[in-house]
DNA sequence: AAGGCCATACCTGTTTTCAGGTAGTTAGTT
DNA sequence: AACTAACTACCTGAAAACAGGTATGGCCTT
C-alpha cells in the first residue's frame, strides 16, 4: 500500500485526485494540505511514501517545500503535479530532488504509472517537461550576433579566467608573459565588448566555452 | 521528400536500414560514408536533408564529425543512431546541437517518427536518452549541497556583481556605502568559499541566481 | 612582396578587488 | 534580557585588473 499526501491549494483539485485514485487497492490517500506550511507542519506526520507536490501555492510554494522535505526526510518520494512546463520551474525543480514531473492534464493512466514508477525507485517525468530540458541543453542558434571570433588561444585563456585564475596563474600555467596574458585579455575584451570579468564569464558560460 | 545521407562503419547497419526504409515514399537514402572524414568528403556533396550519425566510428567520429557539420552547415539535421546511452556521449552530442538522438534497438516506427519529427524542426530524443540525462542533471545525494545560505541582501549583490557592475557602481544603484557593499562581497565570498568575481559567476549561473 | 592575422612581449598609470580586521543598529527569538 | 542574524559602515595595505598604448616575428593569402 502506497501512502501518499496530496499538496494543493486548490480544494477540486485535491478531490479529483481523490475521486480518480478511489478504486485503486495499492494506493492510499492520507493526507492533504492547503500550502507548503501545512504540508510540512501535518502532511509529514502520516507518514507518506509520496507527496503530490504542486507548484503554486500561496504561504510556502512547492519548490521551497520539496527542499526542505528532501533535506530532512529524503525517503519520501514527490511528483510534482502542476500546470506549468517553463524552464525555469523545471530546473528548480530538478534541483531540489523531486523524483518526477506530471502535467495537470496528463490522463489517469499517465498518473498511476509515474506513481509506480516512482515507488520502484525509478523517476518519471512528463515527455514535454523533457523536451523542455533537453532544448534548454542544446546550444542556442539564435545568439547569431555572436560569431565566436576569438582564436584558439584566446578560448584557452577565457575558459581560465572563468576558472578563477588570475593573470599570473594563467601566465605559469602556459608558460606565458604576465604581459601576454593581459595583452590577450585585452584583446578578449575589445573583440566581446566587454570590459569585466563578470561580463566575460557570463560570455563564455553562454557560448558554451566551458566544459561546465 | 527528405534525403538522407547515412554514417556508420557497419555495413549491416547500413543494409538494415536502407531495407527498412525502402517502402518509405518519403525518404530517399542518397549517401553513405563509414567514418566522419568520408562522411564530410563524400556525404555533404550529396545535399542530404539527414544524417543518420553513428557515434562511434574509425578516423573521424560521430561527435567530432557533428560539430563539423554543424558548424559548417546548421540547416543539416543530425539524428544520433547509437548503441550506447552513456551520459558523457550524450551530453558531447547535445552540445554538438544533434537533433535528436536514437538506440539502435528502437523499432521502425520510432525510427520514422524520429525522421519526422526532426524535419518538422522538432527534436526526438530515445525516453532512455532523456532519462540519462534528467537524472544527471538532479542532484548528487552523497555530494555535499550547497543550500544558499545567503541572505536577501547578498543574493541581490551577487547578482548586480554577475551584471558585471563594480562595487561602486553597486553602492550607487542600491544607495549604500561602497563599504558596505564591499563587506557583503566579502561575506558572500566567505560563505560560498570562492574569492574572485569569476568564480562567484559561475556560482549565480549554476545556482539560477540570475534572471538572464 | 605586401598586408593581415596571430601570438608574443613590453611600458605606464589608474581603478578595482581582495584580505584582514572592527563596530553600531535593528528585528526577531529564546 | 540576552542572543543572534542581517544590514550597515569604516580602515589599511597588497594584489589584481583595466586602459591606453607600442612592437616584433611567423605564417598565410593576395
Redesign the pocket.
Known amino acids: 500500500m502506497i501512502k501518499i499526501v496530496i499538496a494543493d491549494d486548490h480544494q477540486l483539485i485535491i478531490d479529483g485526485i481523490k475521486s480518480l485514485l478511489v478504486n485503486e487497492t495499492t494506493i492510499q490517500i492520507v493526507g492533504e494540505a492547503k500550502n507548503g506550511e501545512e504540508l510540512l507542519r501535518k502532511g509529514l506526520l502520516m507518514n507518506p511514501d509520496l507527496i503530490l507536490m504542486d507548484l503554486g501555492m500561496p504561504v510556502m510554494d512547492g519548490i521551497e517545500a520539496s527542499r526542505r522535505i528532501k533535506k530532512d526526510h529524503p525517503a519520501i518520494k514527490i511528483l510534482v503535479l502542476t500546470t506549468y512546463a517553463d524552464q525555469k520551474s523545471i530546473k528548480e525543480m530538478l534541483k531540489t530532488g523531486v523524483d518526477g514531473y506530471l502535467l495537470k492534464d496528463s490522463g489517469k493512466d499517465q498518473f498511476i504509472e509515474a506513481i509506480h514508477a516512482i515507488m520502484n525507485e525509478k523517476s518519471y517525468f512528463d515527455p514535454r517537461v523533457t523536451a523542455v530540458v533537453m532544448k534548454s541543453l542544446q546550444p542556442q542558434k539564435k545568439l547569431s550576433n555572436t560569431p565566436t571570433?576569438l582564436?584558439?588561444?584566446?578560448k584557452e585563456i577565457v575558459r581560465l579566467?572563468a576558472e578563477g585564475?588570475?593573470?599570473?596563474e594563467i601566465?605559469a600555467a602556459?608558460h606565458?608573459?604576465?604581459?601576454?596574458v593581459?595583452?590577450?585579455?585585452?584583446?578578449i575584451?575589445t573583440k566581446l565588448g566587454v570590459?569585466?570579468?563578470?561580463s566575460?564569464v557570463r560570455y563564455a558560460i553562454n557560448e558554451g566555452l566551458l566544459d561546465q
Open positions: 571570433p582564436t584558439l588561444r584566446e579566467i585564475k588570475s593573470t599570473h601566465a602556459i606565458l608573459s604576465l604581459l601576454t593581459e595583452t590577450h585579455r585585452k584583446n575584451y570590459n569585466k570579468i563578470a566575460l
